[in-house]
């Protein structure tokens, strides 16, 4: 049997998604859980493998099981076995061709900064902060060159261990509301540290240092060097994953915390 299931976390304090040697990971925890759950040795696998630091509001996973336990058994069982910094929403059986990650054929990142005089308080670890006025319009304009398809070499890490640097970008989308400012992008897939470095880039614009037109320079420069510095991890949420219609879980993944509510806020 195969169960796909979506997860949230906080991640600020593991080392990342994927099981290391060292640290705590996302993915031992839910391992952990899911095995004391059923019974025996669970492996999974999931939709993005989160750096350390950043946080998912509906990580997408999936394990390989002999064992029959129903959906709400599942979720019941694994938050009474999962640390207060990682909850499973939900819980579906699947067809056995279910990937979480290679059938994926979308994610979609939120990035949130806490832009005011005054460093958060409540908010810490869970946003970002920059302390400079932010021009959200022009972040936008800058930001509409990297729709599309490119080579998005100028945005991913010296370590990245992707075969290739194309990837097709389908929406970024800038809004303000108060003085919390969200950027979303949603792309087929992402290069390792790609929404940090892109928000590293736009906030050049936004504080004025660059014009809007300058990130399309850095676009084709396809040298990470000449692009702004990686943003802090804090602020990034994975928040999204799509899926083809046939496995039923087309925009499972979508989030329904409180941070959804600044879509509703124009630019």
Not at 32 to 61: F, N, P, W
Not at 68 to 84: E, H, I, Q
Not at 135 to 154: I, K, N, P, W
Not at 215 to 224: E, F, T
Request: glycine residues 8%.
């Amino acid at each position: 049997m195969k169960f796909a299931f979506g997860v949230e976390y906080d991640g600020s304090n593991f080392v990342g998604w994927q099981r290391q040697t060292s640290g705590r990971t996302v993915q031992a925890c839910m391992e952990k859980a899911l095995s004391t759950v059923a019974d025996e040795s669970i492996r999974t696998y999931c939709a993005g493998r989160t750096d350390a630091g950043v946080h998912a509001t509906g990580q997408v996973i999936h394990i390989d099981t002999t064992v029959k336990r129903t959906s709400r058994s599942w979720v019941l069982g694994a938050n009474s076995n999962l640390p207060n910094d990682i909850s499973v929403q939900w819980a579906r059986e699947v067809d056995t061709e279910f990937h979480a990650r290679f059938s994926a054929e979308g994610r979609t990142y939120r990035y949130i900064i806490c832009n005011r005089m005054a460093r958060p308080g409540l908010w810490k670890n869970k946003v970002s902060f920059v302390y400079k006025p932010l021009d959200a319009g022009l972040m936008l304009q800058a930001a509409r060159c990297l729709v599309g398809y490119h080579d998005f070499t100028s945005f991913r890490a010296s370590g990245c261990q992707s075969l290739h640097s194309m990837r097709k970008v389908n929406r970024i989308d800038i809004r303000r509301s108060g003085d919390l400012l969200t950027i979303v992008i949603e792309a087929n897939a992402f290069l390792q540290h790609m929404v940090r470095n892109v928000v590293g880039t736009l906030l050049c614009v936004g504080d004025g240092r660059k014009p809007p037109e300058w990130v399309q320079q850095v676009l084709s420069a396809r040298d990470r060097t000449v692009g702004g510095m990686t943003a802090d991890a804090c602020g990034l949420y994975l928040t999204g994953v799509d899926y083809p219609e046939r496995f039923g879980l087309a925009k499972a993944m979508m989030s329904h915390s409180p941070w959804m509510l600044l879509d509703a806020e124009p630019p």
